[in-house]
């Protein structure tokens, strides 16, 4: 018997099985982070389908009280169906797709305010406990839609760099793992829009 031989075959073998337990803790991470960005992907899109769901009951109060508006009930209806059309598979959420429900995103948004304009009109529905109440759901979904926004986003940032940095980047080409597009604001989107309670 050979103890050399024994030897080296040994340290073969752990080289190997090193390898392989590194090359498995790697995958386990990528899947991981991507598993939390595409929940947060998730959260993004639940939290636009909570809006989209409020949206019709707005539309119906401020209808009670402003008939003559038709154009913009129907716009916000049409921009409310096609935001709600568009789906997107986190699995597969390239920049096309990303900017393609952005842009619904924003049609509808721009309806909407639209909508709390000629809501502004009518004082006797500024004091309507419905549309009060519309109102403070509407604001709160638009800060569960702006934090979820901003955890995609770290989730997305968090992934990246996992599969960008040495030496997951190559077991992540390996394994066909690609980065994500974060989420990003639209040119102009550093104005906030003015929506008035009152």
């Known amino acids: ?7 080296t075959s040994h340290i073969i073998i752990g080289i190997i099985v090193i390898l392989f337990c590194y090359t498995g803790c790697s995958y386990n991470s990528l899947v991981s982070s991507q598993e ?15 809006r989209a769901d409020l949206i019709p009951n707005l539309v119906e109060t401020v209808k009670g009280y402003a008939k003559h508006e ?10 409310r ?3 709600t059309q568009i789906t997107v598979d986190a ?17 509808l948004s721009a309806a909407l305010g639209r909508l709390l304009a ?6 006797s529905l500024q004091s309507a406990p419905l549309y009060s109440d519309l109102l403070v759901q509407l604001e709160g979904t638009e800060n569960r839609i702006n934090e979820s926004r901003r955890k995609y986003n770290e989730a997305v940032q968090s992934y990246n760099v996992s599969v960008r ?26 104005k906030a829009p003015k929506v008035k309670f009152d």
């Open 1 to 7: 018997m050979d103890f050399k031989n024994i030897k």
């Open 36 to 50: 939390k960005a595409t929940t947060s992907w998730a959260d993004v899109e639940a939290s636009y389908q909570r």
């Open 70 to 79: 038709q154009e913009t009930f129907t716009k916000v209806t049409e921009a």
């Open 81 to 83: 169906a096609k935001a």
């Open 91 to 107: 699995e597969n959420l390239t920049p096309e797709k990303l900017e393609q429900f952005k842009k619904a995103q924003g049609e």
């Open 118 to 123: 000629v809501a502004e009109n009518f004082p």
């Open 165 to 190: 940095a040495f030496p997951n980047n190559i077991f992540a080409n390996m394994f066909g793992f690609e980065k994500m597009t974060k989420f990003e604001a639209e040119p102009g989107a550093e």
